[in-house]
């Protein structure tokens, strides 16, 4: 099985403050976590640019004049209490929009079986009109549209496996019936949506965990309501909102994911994946703040991508 890995250093040029959980740091640790032997296999690419003005396709009008606002000349912006913006963090934006876009391509014109983007910001918090926690563009939203806009993709999945709820992915997608949104993350968290009774027109599956649990309950919640959702919804790609903060060392979470948790996760998607949509899978970076957690864990989510066993 081919994998493609689309990643860029200028993912290194947002910048937040000293301290700030998503930090430059995170990618340095997912390179250096796929550096090895173990993934002499895996196709490389450097992210191109894209235009920023495809985060339109999901965002509101006037959006991107809120980030531009608060991008300063020098040094960092704040958006809220928890988003910044540096001088090139809207450049870094349209790479992470680039990275999504040049492994779709790949994947849906079959140069690649599947494929993950490491990339920084995360998106999958920025809503319609509103970015917010740690995100500026929805990336993962964006790649959907343009599987739908350019590929003619009738039914897209994502399944986010974040800690934390993709509120703005859920914005986004709620009321669109060819779109299905499927999250497992800890709840109460933030940022406090995601429960059970928020299911848009059957579109939404949200599957919340609570604090301490660990891996009998996150395997329970695929199998009994997330790959259920999946397979009635029967789509021509899944994308995957890759989070690794579900780890048991992450600092924003309290839940008890194992690293090993993520490749289960990743394989059943792929077991799915082959069986209903050509084996199609586009798989974009996240949140995971413990740098050995998400290290940890992108390596089984990758390995898993290319094909490795599951003994469990």
Known sequence: MTTLLVSQRNFESHVTPAGHPERPDRLRAVEE????????????????????????????????????????????????????V????????????????????????????????????????????????FCLVNTVAVVAREAQRKYGAERVAIVDFDVHHGNGTQDIFYDDASVFYASSHQMPLYPGTGAPGETGVGNIVNAPLSA???????????????????????????????????????PLAQVEWQPEDFGWVTTRLLDFAQRRCAGRVVSLLEGGYDLSGLAEGAAEHVAALMGAKRTA
């Open 33 to 84: 976590a796929l550096a090895g032997q173990r993934f002499a296999a895996l196709v490389r690419r450097d992210a191109p640019s894209a235009d920023l003005g495809l985060a339109e396709l999901v965002h509101g009008p006037g959006y991107l004049d809120i980030l531009r606002r608060a991008r300063p000349a020098e040094g960092i912006g704040q958006i809220d209490a928890d988003t910044f």
């Open 86 to 133: 540096s001088s090139r963090s809207l450049d870094v934006a349209s790479t992470a929009i680039g990275a999504g876009l040049a492994a779709l391509d790949a994947v849906l014109l079959g140069e690649a079986d599947n494929a993950f983007c490491a990339i920084r910001p995360p998106g999958h918090h920025a809503e319609t009109d509103t970015p917010m926690g």
């Open 212 to 250: 301490g649990s660990g891996t009998a309950e996150m395997r329970a919640a695929y199998e009994t309501l997330i790959l259920p959702g999946l397979e009635a919804f029967s789509p021509d790609i899944l994308l995957i909102s890759a989070g690794f903060d579900a780890d048991y060392r992450d």
